[in-house]
């Protein structure tokens, strides 16, 4: 990690250049609901480390699986859920737990079968 991307915001053009991304396609992204960036009071935008990483996670996605923008929000819906699930078993009793993972993969299936 560089100096710039240590302290952990950045303007599109770092970012776009962090992520071998041309910034145009930062904007698409952001146009789809996948990222939000902050905003200066000039309106710039500013990338936080978490943006970066998701759009890390964004480019694997399209660049390595092939995947189109609904299969990318698809995988990022389904990967919000499991990333709640994960931090519900790390916090949960035993009937606790097998509850919530019920009610998670109930989600995730009708999510999957087109219902909201």
């Known amino acids: 990690m560089d100096a710039i991307e240590a302290q952990g915001l950045y303007i599109i ?3 776009a ?8 396609t930062l904007r ?4 789809a609901g996948f990222i939000t960036p902050g905003r200066t009071g000039g309106m ?3 990338y936080s480390s978490t943006d970066i990483a998701r759009l890390r996670l964004i480019k694997h996605l399209v660049e390595e699986l092939g995947l189109n923008l ?7 819906e389904l990967t919000h859920g499991l990333e709640a ?4 078993a790390l916090n949960a009793d035993g009937r606790e737990l097998r ?3 019920v009610e998670e993969v109930d989600a995730i299936l009708t999510y999957m079968a087109g219902g909201s």
């Open 13 to 15: 053009s770092v970012a």
């Open 44 to 46: 710039l935008r500013l």
């Open 17 to 24: 250049r962090l992520l071998a991304m041309h910034p145009q």
């Open 99 to 101: 509850h919530r993972l």
């Open 70 to 76: 609904a299969g990318v929000q698809l995988a990022l």
């Open 28 to 31: 698409k992204y952001e146009r």
């Open 85 to 88: 699930l994960r931090e519900s």
